[in-house]
């Protein structure tokens, strides 16, 4: 299995940009997490997904943030317009069954905004 | 709001030195209890993890885990380490009050110097 994967790895835009991190989740797997790492902050849930269903966004910081899961394999999380104060390191998690089950992260997307 | 602290921010080990993480939550209710761990240039991976029983759990690499009611503590053990567990280390928790959600800790980084 190829594990979760993100794209892109790296992105660097202006501010005021729009910006559309992807994930795809491991086959079979029912939940799906995005988290936001920065250093003040941490690691921090911002929506969960379970059968391509928004459980939780109470994590999702604004209104600028959006999160889709249109089928099971993919995902995206945008953000418009993108501000500075957005960089951090973006990662998506795929579970079989809920929070409580093991959650696979992929690499990351590690987010630059000037 | 459940909160995870993990005071150790960074430590540095010569190989073959015990090693103790600390973790402490906030919840006083039944929770879940999760370490995940980082090793450079690759993703979080989980480590171990607590639900119920007896409350020494142990896990992957030789790592160990023990919960403790009482000081709503997850501290995480290895008695020997070795330069390849120089990594980053997280402790999480989840709860019946926060059951979408797995509160992570701002991480603890493990340095193992020969």
């Known amino acids: 299995d190829a594990g979760v994967i993100q794209s892109p790895r790296h992105e660097v835009t202006e501010m005021g940009q729009e910006v559309t991190l992807r994930c795809k989740p491991i086959?079979?797997?029912?939940?799906l997490f995005w988290y936001r790492q920065t250093m003040m902050r941490g690691l921090e849930l911002l929506i969960y997904?379970?059968?391509?269903?928004?459980?939780?966004d109470s994590g999702m910081p604004e209104d600028r943030f959006s999160a889709k899961m249109p089928n099971a394999s993919f995902s995206t999380l945008k953000i418009q317009p993108s501000e500075p104060r957005d960089s951090a390191v973006y990662f998506c998690?795929?579970?079989?069954?809920?929070?409580?089950?093991?959650?696979?992260f992929g690499p990351g997307t590690r987010l630059t905004v000037l | 709001a459940q909160s995870v602290s993990q005071h150790n921010h960074h430590v540095i080990l010569s190989e073959a030195a015990s090693l103790e993480l600390g973790c402490n939550y906030s919840?006083?209710?039944?929770?879940?209890l999760f370490w995940y761990v980082q090793y450079p240039g690759q993703h979080l991976q989980l480590l171990l993890k607590?639900?119920?029983?007896?409350?020494l759990v142990k896990g992957i690499k030789g790592f160990e885990a023990e919960f403790i009611k009482s000081k709503f503590s997850f501290n995480l053990r290895k008695p020997s380490v070795q330069w390849s567990d120089t990594a980053e280390y997280f402790c999480?928790?989840?709860?019946?009050?926060?059951?979408?959600?797995?509160?992570f800790g701002t991480g603890t980084r493990l340095q193992v110097t020969l």
């Open positions: 998690a795929s579970s079989l069954a809920g929070v409580v089950d093991t959650q696979y």
């Open positions: 086959s079979g797997h029912n939940s």
């Open positions: 997904f379970n059968n391509n269903v928004p459980i939780d």
């Open positions: 919840y006083g209710g039944t929770v879940n």
């Open positions: 607590y639900f119920s029983g007896d409350p």
């Open positions: 999480a928790v989840n709860g019946p009050g926060t059951a979408s959600k797995l509160t």
